[in-house]
């Protein structure tokens, strides 16, 4: 189905977030400074099932929906807030004021809280509770901006835009380790099996075990001149866009492998 012209950029990144699907749904998520909204789809027929509106706010976070405090939830973060929206028919679950005005990364969750952290114009990431009070269970000053976190088995591991990563309780938020990697990161914590992988702008790539104890660094080497882009796996194997610096001083993208 056609629905017309793309619309002019509105401000000066563009437009981040990606889509989500739900069911028969697919949910787009546009915020910048002139009106921003989440809009639901009829995946086949393109026609508009709802519309949700958002706070007048630039932001990048993609929409993810989480089953989380027993029942499905759609969740975005940004504006200063985290808010839960009802997948089904766009109306407001709850919301909560914490994040920053503009966060990147996509939200994560357990069975009983949701994760959220941003970057400008002040550092923080949150945890908040996912029964509807909108509690904040805990938080701290770290900045996460552009990547998202993981949550797995009970902890959380993340990595700041400097390459410092750090393992936090989730119920609580004590911090289990820290280690610096190396830095800026612009790409997000990928786990395969109980691995965690992770990609620095200057093209190294780390890997080190998901467990509470400590760092345990299993990884370090050099795969292409940058990379800003998270990877995807399929199997047993880890595909990721790379920026290499060819022969004739030009920069030139591929798309890499890695078993």
């Known amino acids: 189905r056609t629905l017309g012209a793309y619309a002019r950029r509105l401000y000066e990144y563009g437009y981040a977030p990606s889509p989500a699907i739900y069911q028969n749904r697919l949910i787009v998520s546009a915020e910048y400074e002139l009106g921003g909204l989440i809009v639901a789809v009829d995946r086949k027929t393109g026609e508009e099932v709802w519309r949700h509106p958002r706070p007048n706010n630039l932001s990048f976070t993609s929409p993810i929906i989480a089953n989380t405090g027993g029942r499905d939830q759609l969740l975005m ?140 660094l299993l990884a370090r080497e050099q795969v292409a001149t940058d990379v800003f882009a998270s990877p995807a796996i399929v199997g047993s194997v880890m595909y990721l866009r790379v920026g290499n610096q060819e022969a004739n001083g030009n920069r030139q993208e591929y798309l890499a492998a890695l078993t």
Request: some cysteine; overall charge negative.
């Open 77 to 216: 973060s940004g504006a200063q807030q985290i808010v839960s929206i009802n997948p089904q028919d766009g109306q407001l679950l709850w919301t909560t004021n914490a994040t920053t005005a503009a966060t990147c990364g996509t939200m994560v969750w357990d069975n009983e809280r949701v994760f959220a952290s941003g970057g400008y114009p002040k550092p923080g990431t949150f945890c908040v509770a996912a029964d509807g009070s909108g509690t904040v269970v805990w938080s701290n000053p770290q900045k996460c901006y552009e990547q998202s976190m993981l949550c797995v088995g009970g902890y959380i591991y993340a990595v700041t835009d400097g390459g410092v990563a750090y393992c936090w309780r989730a119920t609580d938020g004590q911090e289990m380790w820290k280690e610096r990697l190396a830095g800026p990161i612009s790409s997000s914590p990928t786990l395969a099996g109980d691995v965690v992988h992770l990609f620095t702008e200057a093209g190294e790539h780390f890997a080190f075990r998901a467990i509470p104890e400590k760092c345990e």
